[in-house]
């Protein structure tokens, strides 16, 4: 299994005027297809300046059946790995929910 790893800094501005800061993004590929991207941010404090807490996201490939039957096809939704029972449609949305709960932004 490969490991693409992508290094960017990113200011995200998300509803509500929380802001997040994507640090690493990475996707582990099988046999031609992404397995599930992980995504770190840091949160922001109220002042607006970036924090050492991080928030680790991740979401995996939807896939059906097993052995030569398994078919992928797009994402499932990302999940905080803190509480990876809830599910969120974007990674800014579990960003926003996982800093708030941190008492950050």
Same mark, same amino acid.
């Given at each position: 299994m =490969?490991? $693409? $790893?992508?290094s960017v800094m990113l200011s995200v501005f998300v509803a509500g005027g929380a802001s997040a800061y994507q640090l690493? &993004? &990475?996707?582990?590929?099988? =046999? !031609? *297809?992404a397995k599930n991207q992980n995504v770190v941010v840091r949160c922001t /404090? *109220? /002042? !607006? +300046?970036? &924090? /050492?807490t991080t @928030?680790?996201?991740r979401r995996y490939v939807k896939c059906t059946g097993t052995g030569a039957t398994q +078919?992928?096809?797009?994402w499932a939704a990302w999940q905080d790995l803190r509480s990876p029972g809830t599910e969120y449609s974007d990674w800014r949305g579990a960003a926003t929910a996982c @800093? =708030?709960?941190k008492g950050l932004r």
């Open positions: =490969r490991k $693409i $790893i992508f690493v &993004s &990475s996707k582990e590929l099988g =046999r !031609g *297809d /404090t *109220d /002042t !607006g +300046k970036v &924090s /050492t @928030c680790s996201l +078919k992928c096809n797009g @800093c =708030r709960a």
